[in-house]
């Protein structure tokens, strides 16, 4: 006997109109289409808000000075440019946490060689400053530095409600859209990063690779290593795959040599500290001047940039359980054979290590760093899954 056999509610679900609506809420075209509305809902909106609510993050300083010192090598004069193209689009409360809100923002505020000084860990993203560099005379440089994560954004929902699409798992898009959110989307919408560009970029080259184009998706993953020289991870990650499953190695053994090669020789000519130095600042102790920063390697310090690393990561952000979870889901397909394609399951398995390796090269624990491995997972997990909420298989 039903439970709400006698009630109001099951006398109102056997009226032929409920009967009716039942029926057609159970239609596979109607919840394929709810679920590309609603998608599309969700990203239009995130991308909108991005646009309207902008972060004026610390980030946004850096990379805005740092498309400027093509034409300000005085820093006094850079910081001066820098902040007053960041004052005119900061609320006042934006600009006092960008200026004041800790002893180190209230520095590179103060001592503009000290913020000069900073510099030399974003000038490696020779890309993404060329494509603010390009903008600039269209919008302004921050605007620029805003559309630059809010389109991105944009293009990185279509391209997955268009992958879905194509693989006949549009109604995977009701849980892919929360998976997304939790790993940071709209937070890196909204952020004025690279990330949201280099995200978009990767995606379409997992993408690609699942298509079985492998030398345009190396040629797509080669660009993103200049938007952000840690993206080489991804590519080694699918190096390894490549050894491991059987595809051939050639293009990404290229690719993954000429990326690191090219990325080493960014990084040398932009006067980067290098690996330690730059794992000491964001892990270990943040510093108000790079300059002519060598600390002696430390194992004691090392150890507790990675203990730090991990606590953070658990305890304040959510990539760990969703990648655990995706794991999980990864092995229940796999018994239910629903696993799909061997390319897509060899692509999961490059995303799964890739996440591993992004943390164990250098383990800063924000979502944001392993979005493209997450959100990269997610879409295929979905496209493998094909859920069908109207009852099909």
């Not at 978009?200 to 040629?219: K, M, P, Q, V």
């Not at 020789?265 to 943040?286: L, M, R």
Request: aromatic share 14%.
């Amino acid at each position: 006997m039903s439970a709400l056999q006698g009630t109001l509610a099951g006398w109102a679900l056997h009226t032929g109109l409920a009967k009716r609506l039942i029926q057609a809420a159970g239609s596979k075209t109607l919840l394929d289409r709810l679920a590309a509305v609603f998608f599309a809902l969700v990203c239009l909106a995130i991308s909108v808000y991005a646009l309207v609510r902008p972060d004026y993050n610390w980030d946004m300083v850096a990379y805005v000075a740092t498309a400027l010192e093509d034409r300000y090598s005085d820093p006094a004069e850079l910081h001066a440019q820098t902040w007053q193209r960041i004052t005119e689009g900061a609320s006042e409360s934006q600009l006092y946490h960008l200026q004041y809100s800790n002893p180190y923002n209230r520095n590179q505020w103060e001592n503009p060689a000290d913020f000069q000084s900073q510099l030399s860990m974003y000038r490696v993203k020779i890309a993404y400053t060329a494509l603010l560099r390009t903008i600039e005379p269209l919008t302004g440089l921050v605007t620029a530095s805003i559309l630059l994560s809010a389109l991105p954004s944009l293009g990185f929902g279509v391209l997955c409600l268009y992958w879905l699409h194509r693989e006949d798992a549009l109604q995977g898009a009701f849980l892919l859209a929360p998976m997304l959110l939790l790993a940071d989307y709209g937070h890196m919408a909204t952020a004025v990063v690279p990330d949201m560009l280099v995200s978009l970029i990767s995606l379409f080259a997992i993408y690609l690779l699942a298509r079985g184009r492998d030398i345009a998706a190396c040629l797509v993953l080669f660009v993103s290593v200049f938007i952000r020289p840690d993206n080489v991870i991804l590519l080694f990650a699918l190096l390894l795959t490549a050894i491991a499953f059987g595809w051939r190695i050639l293009p990404f053994l290229v690719t993954f040599v000429s990326a690191l090669a090219g990325s080493v020789v960014v990084a040398k000519f932009g006067g980067h500290p290098g690996w330690w130095a730059h794992f000491y600042f964001s892990c270990v102790e943040i510093q108000n001047s790079m300059a002519n920063f060598h600390p002696d390697f430390s194992f004691s310090a090392f150890a507790r940039g990675y203990a730090r690393g991990v606590l953070v990561a658990i305890m304040d952000n959510d990539w760990p359980a969703i990648l655990a979870l995706l794991l999980a889901a990864w092995a229940l397909l796999n018994r239910a054979g629903r696993i799909g394609s061997a390319r897509a399951n060899a692509l999961v398995f490059a995303l799964a290590i890739g996440t591993l390796g992004k943390f164990a090269s250098f383990p800063l624990p924000d979502d944001r760093f392993y979005f493209i491995f997450i959100g990269g997972m997610a879409v295929l997990l979905a496209t493998m899954w094909k859920p069908r909420f109207d009852g099909g298989r």
